[in-house]
């Protein structure tokens, strides 16, 4: 690919991660972007693999049985001369660190936010990381066809919970079975709500003529729902924010938009405004040669997560790698950073639209799956070319809850540890090892890690694992330095996690603060 090819295929991509609590309507928005990729055809086909009817192994029963999603995946689409990626997050807390990773691999975020419910806890957790990472999030104020709270609180809750500033970029006229329509500030004009419209819904506009009135219409110009809504949007002109693109990208401030997933309302002139002020690929930066542009012509990527096949008599797993420049092409050869070792990359889905052209490569700011039998590990670089690239390292997420694990059949070891190895190494549970016994405990941020862990240990390793909870611990790293054996006790378990640093699980704050009292110079920290 010539490097004019090459960028301009880098930035026509759009890479974004949908965040949301579980039923804010995630699936059913997905699914309506989709459709407009013209990628499903029918309404329900996410949904239908959602409720599992699309998920054929055994693993998947732990899914079906619990209602919630264990796989993420990759959905790719195209539309006005974008390619769009969508990194579909397990949508359930207990697999948030999961989740967490996914936004690693993104260059902006589209949070649902259900309009009855307001900012719910997972979707605290979430927005945290877009934060921390700066990137630039999008805001869709779901299920106005039913009745939510009021739109000025829920701008004033996102302003206060999550510390941003917000942007309504349309405002409701009506709500549930009232809704009139939305007065849509960016595109200057009102769009009338048809229920029953489908995909339609969108279609309806009426002009606003230079005041920010209606120009025709006097029935609803007279009604007082639209009065609400324009005495609202003269407020926020007035007394809000200004619109502000370099705080968007920066991630300081959040369009919103309010719609009906369900109704596919309000949901196009959502991606195509949303497509304009996305950013394209970002620049990565590295561990040893500054930041690699998306147009470098060399090859690079990083693995931000790994998946069991679905197939259970198969060990072989997907590294999803995140193109950060360049062009993959199928059968190129890569340098996996961590171990130097040449890769061939023969073996690789990529998840494009169906039918169209160039589908036989992939750029920076695409994902593709490696078929992998146990070389990669979740953080691992890979490139082409003559200069070593390290990217930096994904963040850890702390754990906190803890279980100690053992074999249960003390001549079956080797299959216990190969399975406790590969299982950590897709980063669904993070391994700890006693300084004082030598016993394995497993940290996750929610109990179902454990339960598909134990499940795949049988399934995958033939191995039957015993796990005895240890509860909710705080897990602190501690400057090797300044370690002394001795400081650890039962309350405060020394252990070191797979790199092989240090850290103490205290069992509640006030064994942390105990601890904080007696050795006043110590340094503790919490990695995210
Ligand atoms: P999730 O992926 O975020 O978990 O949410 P999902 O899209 O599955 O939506 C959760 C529920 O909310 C679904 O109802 C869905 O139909 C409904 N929903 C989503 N968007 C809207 C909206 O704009 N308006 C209204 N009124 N409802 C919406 P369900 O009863 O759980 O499933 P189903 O029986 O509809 O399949």
Sequence with gaps: MSEVKLADAVNSRRTFAIISHPDAGKTTITEQLLLYGGVVR??????????????????????????????????QFDYEGKRINILDTPGHEDFSEDTYRTLMAVDSAVMVIDAAKGIEPQ??????????????????MNKMDRDSREPMDLIGELEEVLGIEAYPMNWPIGMGKELKGLYDRYNHQVTLFKSGEGANADSDHLALDENGDLSDDEELKQDSWYQDARDNMELIEDAGNSFDEDKIISGDQTPVFFGSALANFGVKTFLEIYLKYAPRPAAHSTQNDGEIE????????????????MNPNHRDRIAFVRICSGKFTH????????????????????????????????????????????NYQIGDSIYTGKNDVKFDKLPQFT???????????????????KGIQQLVQEGAVQLYTSYSTGDYILGAVGQLQFEVFQFRMKNEYNSDVIMEPMGTKKARWINPDQLDEKMGSSRNILVKDRNGDPLFLFENRFAENWFKDKYPNVELSEKL
């Design 331 to 374: 059968g190129m050869d890569v340098t996996l950073e961590r171990t130097s070792k040449k890769m061939r990359l023969s073996n690789v889905t990529q998840f494009m639209a169906d039918t169209r052209e160039n589908v036989d490569s992939a750029v920076a700011g695409d994902i593709i799956g490696l078929y992998d039998t146990g």
């Design 399 to 417: 754990p906190e809850i803890f279980v100690r694990v053992s074999a249960k059949n003390v001549m079956k070891q080797k299959s216990f540890h």
């Design 123 to 140: 979707t605290k957790k979430l927005f945290q990381i877009c934060k921390m990472r700066g990137i630039p999030i999008f805001t869709f």
């Design 294 to 309: 998306p147009t470098d012509e060399n090859f690079s990527g990083f693995v931000f997560k790994i998946q069991a096949n």
């Design 42 to 75: 029918e309404a329900g086909t996410v949904k239908a693999r959602k409720s599992g009817n699309f998920a054929k192994s055994d693993w998947m029963e732990i899914e079906q049985k619990r209602g919630i999603s264990v796989t993420s995946s990759v959905m």
